[in-house]
């Protein structure tokens, strides 16, 4: 059942930090928990605080650090290495769209469905409808993945174009 509140909402967030391995746990896109802020989506990383229980000698959660972070400054920080056909694509450990060099695709799930496999050598697929090489470069610590897609048609270009002179002379 999906939380309707906001003290569902930060619950169901510190649940699933007090369930990470991580020291932050990115929990990636998300609603803020911040009321008055102009921006509704975050990237939300939140930090369990723990304290030892002398009468258990467990730790236990005492507060939580939440760390959110602007899309658009993820953005800018990467919109700068678009280059030629290439696309970079980052993803949240649920597959959900952090950046892409097309705003409107934040947030939404990627259409790239190795996203949770770390696979440096290249896949051919079709992504959104083009015929690409793929490759999926995945960080444990934050369970993000970096996604390299490069169409085919721009890597066979060359090698057409060498092809045809070589036919010609």
């Known amino acids: 059942e999906a939380p309707t509140g906001l003290p569902e909402v930060r619950e169901a967030l510190f649940r699933e930090a007090r369930k990470s391995t991580r020291s932050v746990a990115w929990l990636g896109i998300e609603d803020s928990l911040i009321k008055s802020t102009q921006r509704p989506k975050v990237i939300l990383g939140v930090k369990t605080i ?5 009468q258990s000698a ?3 959660p005492v507060g939580y650090l939440v760390l959110s972070y602007d899309l658009d400054t993820l953005h800018e920080s990467f919109h700068h290495t678009e280059g030629g056909s290439q696309i970079f694509r980052i993803v949240d450990g649920k597959g959900r769209v952090l950046f892409d060099p ?6 939404t799930l990627s259409t790239v469905q190795i996203a949770y496999e770390d696979r440096m050598a290249p896949v051919r697929m079709a992504v959104d409808g083009v015929e690409s090489v793929v490759m999926v470069r995945h960080h444990r ?3 993000w993945s970096l996604i390299s897609i ?4 721009a890597i066979e270009a060359p090698v057409a174009a060498i092809k045809r002179n070589t036919l010609l002379t």
Do not use: F, M, T, Y
């Open 102 to 107: 097309e705003p409107d695709r934040v947030g």
């Open 150 to 153: 490069i169409p085919v048609e």
């Open 58 to 60: 467990k730790e236990e």
């Open 141 to 143: 610590e934050s369970g």
């Open 50 to 54: 723990r304290a030892l229980n002398l």
